[in-house]
């Protein structure tokens, strides 16, 4: 069974950082994707930056220039560094896996920017 765990959510101030961590755990076979979303409340949940088996990152115009996407094959980590974070970033953030159809979502964690 898969499971996905994220950590490093809390409070920043606006031009702040933050950097946020998911553990991948279970049985991954083949290609993959790794995504951080993020969901406010009454809104649905929003892409904000992506990273391949291979590799290849993605970001959205929100993360462009502030946020890097990184991961760790041998530790199963995937990584998000948050920079000139601003008050529209608060949000719950969602680690998910896509992998042979499935996707397998974190429990999230809260990003709140805030002076």
């Known amino acids: 069974q898969v499971q996905v765990v994220e950590s490093g959510g809390g409070l920043a101030q606006p031009g702040g950082s933050l950097r946020l961590s998911c553990v991948v755990s279970?049985?991954?076979?083949?290609?993959?994707?790794l995504a951080w979303f993020r969901q406010v409340p009454g809104d649905e949940r929003r892409l904000v930056a992506s990273?391949?088996?291979?590799?290849?990152?993605y970001y959205t115009e929100s993360a462009k220039g502030r946020f890097t996407i990184s991961s760790d094959d041998a530790k199963r980590t995937l990584t998000m560094q948050m920079n000139n974070l601003e008050p529209e970033d608060t949000a719950v953030y969602y680690c998910q896996l896509a992998n042979n159809g499935r996707a397998t979502w974190g429990q999230g964690t809260q990003v709140t920017v805030s002076s």
């Open positions: 990273i391949t088996s291979i590799g290849a990152p």
């Open positions: 279970g049985d991954i076979r083949g290609f993959y994707t």
